[in-house]
């Protein structure tokens, strides 16, 4: 099937606008490129320390310097349900490396928070920066040289593109992300939802909400709705940095066991003294990006990927915008309905037909690159698969993906889709930019104009809910919640109060510079406004009785305010010293101070830039492309 035209010229645009990053990204990679094995350049007493507490067996196999030497670094701790099944992987791992002749080592662990512990609590405005702090924790654990390729154990929001974008900064070595799978499916989204809602209205307490809450998130793996931990295992499948399959398959099973000890073997045959060297920075490239938003977009998935993917792009070298989100949205049609842009959950939906029926789909209707590298070696169609386990419950073996639905009402072929688009959008106007996420929002509330009503905490809009205020049409302007200013935490406590407002008849939306996720389901929100205030957004000129515009069909984001009026504001200011202050939040204060704007990631990490000379490390002689900087053909550079 030929490529889409939008697909194909949003990729040009890219790689055009990318180029000179690039090409400083992949001259980095090749710098960091050296002849054999990388703990190779380590001094004696070096790599004494490196292999002191090791076994014999493995110890003389790193002494030869000649096995391929694995780093585990993993996201596991047991108060995460998605991470406590990451306990018994090392040794799983370590044993599957054995048998291809390989050794692999505990290179670090990374932090691994939760946000739905987190959930309007100060810890939440830790979250975000969690991911530079886990992608920094990455960059420690590989910093010993010891590793000739990686395996990476993480899951959930900020974790996996934090371990995405510290692995793309040792962008010379092979990485194969390790999921843990989804707990078993629980009390139904639907009753969960409406379980909140009555909390909400005072009809049931706190007994009856917390035990709802508890046979929903019930035992060991992911949430089951379709959020950002979910949505991440999406974008890896489709980027090629897992095994084909392996993002739902449940915790403590046989074939979880044999997909991790699988993906094991896979990263021990990668490395650079192989013939099928698969470097993570010339895996991850413009193509398999624009793969990823359209993967996201096809699926309803969290729109902390608007953040996410424009800072794991970033790390190598790759610039993209909303725009590129806005555009191909218009072209890729929804093919899912999980929840909360439906009922089912991600068991329902893997049962259906799963990552492999979504990839095969894209690909028939010239709606994903199919050239590109995975894991797997060149071509994404390799992905069209599910694992099953192979003869005698021993290894996996890989079948084709079913060529129907097992469910047309979660999952459906490209020729007859849900919707006709992606449902992201990009609202703009003089309020600045934004993003909304339609897919779960009926056509009758994606327009609302209604006179804004101001608050800077979501605190502040819940008490007025609660005091029986907002029964009326508004549109709530939540502010002073991007990263600067707090962190950017999710807003989830006001999706119920709010959505209890548009069942009541009232129409209302939320426009804000905080984040939302996927939890924003059924009422309209332009959320991650950027420029926040703290960055001379205009949103700070925004005063309670404005007649605000959101509308996802015009891409509209407007304060109708006349001109002169307009211009003639000041910004508002808030005191925002309690927020910088308790439950460790003093410490990020230097992540505030520098981080970017929402729509270029909201990290603190700059672009790569480039280097006065490629010259490998430890002067030792590095094996570089033929045209230094160049993504074309780079098994020239397999030498062992």
């Given at each position: 099937m030929a490529l889409h035209p939008v697909l194909k010229s949003v990729t040009e645009r890219i790689i055009s606008r990318s180029k000179p990053s690039r090409g400083a990204y992949l001259a980095h990679l090749d710098a960091a490129r050296v002849k054999g094995v990388q703990r190779g350049t380590l001094a004696c007493t070096n790599l004494a320390h490196g292999f002191a507490a090791f076994p014999a067996n493995d110890k003389l196999a790193l002494k030869e310097l000649k096995k391929p030497s694995v780093a585990i670094v993993s996201a596991y701790n047991d108060m995460l349900s998605a991470h406590q099944p990451?306990?018994?992987?090392?040794?799983?791992?370590?044993?599957?490396?054995?048998?291809?002749?390989?050794v692999a080592q505990f290179a670090g662990g990374t932090p691994a928070m939760c946000d739905g512990v987190t959930q309007g609590q100060p810890g939440m405005e830790l979250s975000l920066f969690s991911r530079d702090a886990i992608a920094m924790s990455t960059a420690i654990a590989l910093s010993h040289n010891m590793f000739d390729a990686a395996v990476y154990l993480g899951v959930c929001d900020k974790i996996v593109p934090g371990l995405l974008i510290g692995a793309l900064h040792f962008g010379h070595l092979p990485a194969v992300f390790v999921p843990a799978g989804p707990m078993t499916t629980g009390l139904s989204n639907s009753e969960k939802a409406k379980i909140r809602q009555l909390y909400a209205q005072g009809k049931v307490g706190r007994a009856e909400l917390l035990e709802g809450e508890s046979q929903s998130y019930h035992g060991a793996g992911t949430c089951t709705f379709y959020g950002t931990a979910n949505s991440n295992q999406m974008l890896m499948e489709?980027?090629?940095?897992h095994l084909p399959g392996a993002a739902f398959i449940t915790p403590n099973t046989p074939l979880r066991a044999e997909l991790t000890k699988a993906a094991a073997r896979r990263a021990a045959v990668i490395t650079a003294q192989s013939d099928e060297y698969l470097p993570v920075g010339h895996v991850v490239d413009e193509k398999s990006i624009v793969n990823a938003i359209v993967a996201l977009l096809t699926t309803g998935g969290s729109t902390n990927h608007t953040l996410h993917l424009v800072a794991i792009a970033k790390a190598a070298g790759i610039v993209i915008d909303w725009d590129d989100f806005d555009e191909l949205s218009k072209v890729v049609p929804l093919l899912t309905r999980i929840y909360p842009n439906g009922n089912a959950d991600v068991n329902h939906f893997h049962a259906a037909g799963g990552t492999g029926?979504?990839?095969?789909?894209?690909?028939?209707?010239?709606l994903l690159h199919d050239d590109v590298t995975t894991i797997l070696g060149k071509g994404l169609r390799a992905h069209c698969t599910e694992p099953f386990l192979g003869e005698g419950g021993q290894g996996v073996v890989w079948k084709a993906a079913p060529e129907q639905s097992g469910d047309e009402a979660v999952l459906r072929k490209i020729t007859a889709p849900f919707s006709p688009?992606?449902?992201?959008?990009l609202v703009k106007g003089n309020l600045g930019r934004a993003v909304m996420k339609v897919s779960a929002v009926k056509p009758e509330h994606q327009t609302v104009e209604a006179p804004a009503l101001v608050f800077n905490s979501q605190e502040d809009f819940m008490e007025a809910y609660k005091a029986g205020q907002l029964d009326r049409d508004f549109v709530a302007v939540?502010?002073?919640?991007?990263?600067?200013?707090?962190?950017?935490?999710e807003l989830h406590a006001l999706t119920p109060a709010l959505a209890n407002l548009q069942d009541a008849g009232r129409h209302v939306a939320l426009v804000t510079d905080g984040r939302m996720s996927g939890a924003s389901g059924k009422v309209p929100a332009a959320i991650h406004v950027s420029p926040e205030i703290l960055a001379g957004g205009p949103l700070g000129r925004v005063r309670d009785g404005d007649i605000i515009r959101v509308c996802a069909r015009t891409g509209t984001l407007e304060a109708k305010v006349e001109a002169s009026t307009w211009n003639a504001r000041e910004q508002a200011t808030a005191d925002l010293t309690p927020n910088g202050v308790g439950m460790g939040r003093e410490l990020f204060a230097m992540f505030r101070h520098s981080v970017s704007e929402a729509e270029t990631g909201a990290t603190t990490f700059p672009l790569p830039s480039p280097i006065p000379t490629v010259v490998g490390l430890h002067d030792k002689e590095p094996v570089g492309n033929t045209v230094p900087g160049s993504d074309e053909d780079f098994s020239m550079k397999k030498e062992v």
């Open positions: 990451f306990e018994g992987f090392p040794a799983l791992i370590k044993e599957a490396v054995r048998e291809v002749g390989a489709v980027m090629g940095l029926f979504v990839i095969r789909e894209l690909l028939d209707g010239g688009d992606g449902g992201t959008v939540l502010r002073f919640q991007g990263p600067r200013a707090n962190g950017m935490p």
